[in-house]
């Protein structure tokens, strides 16, 4: 049997088991190492996912809040157009419109003409500034609106009202005015709002509103 004999001197015999030695530790470092970076990468790959889960998650927790708020108006327009069409479906079902108007225009005399008309529904809140001006208007009537002003301090019936809008020359062309919108049965109530005297391009005028209650 042979045996192999190590004939180098022992110094030289030291230094290749020192390197040897070096080389397996340098292997078993970076081994480590790598190991470890590995790990760490994917730690880092699930964070990022978790992330990325979380960023999904907020987003569609917003788009449906925001989808929520958008129903909710939805639904608030919905009960809004639902009370316009009932009270719209009302004016057109319960009232001759053609003969409220056909009233208006033949109460209309020479030196009374309108400017707007305005059909409200319910109570609407005076003009404070100038009603004291309508009360010296009714006094050209002989006092035949003397409860124009007597009505203005009670509460209003509930219903559709017609706002009109006009000027008249004198107080006796507007007198003369309510008094043909007061007669039949057109209207429940006949109020003058206020009227003030108004300068225009070349002469001056009554501005007044009258309001009727149908």
Not at 45 to 73: G, V
Not at 184 to 211: C, D, H, P, W
Request: glycine share 4%; proline share 1%; hydrophobic share 40%.
């Amino acid at each position: 049997m042979n045996k192999q004999v190590n004939l180098l001197p022992k110094e030289i015999t030291e230094e290749e088991e020192n390197r040897a030695r070096f080389r397996a530790w340098l292997i078993a470092v970076f081994g480590t190492v790598g190991f470890v970076l590995l790990f760490l990468l994917m730690i880092e790959e699930r964070i990022y996912e978790a992330k990325d889960e979380i960023f999904r998650n907020s987003k569609e927790k917003e788009m449906l809040q925001e989808m929520i708020s958008k129903m909710d108006l939805l639904k608030e327009k919905k009960e809004k157009l639902s009370l316009k069409q009932e009270i719209l479906s009302k004016i057109i079902d319960d009232i001759p419109w053609h003969q409220t108007f056909f009233k208006i225009s033949n109460s209309i005399n020479q030196d009374t003409w309108l400017e707007q008309m305005d059909v409200t529904a319910g109570d609407e809140t005076e003009n404070k500034e100038k009603a004291e001006a309508a009360a010296e208007i009714i006094k050209a009537s002989g006092g035949y609106f003397t409860s124009a002003n007597k009505a203005n301090e009670q509460k209003k019936n509930e219903g559709l009202k017609i706002s009109i809008y006009g000027y008249a020359v004198t107080n006796i062309d507007l007198a003369e005015f309510m008094a043909s919108l007061s007669t039949g049965n057109k209207f429940k109530s006949v109020n003058l709002e206020y009227a003030e005297r108004t300068k225009l391009q070349e002469f001056e005028a009554m501005k007044f509103l009258i309001k009727c209650g149908i």
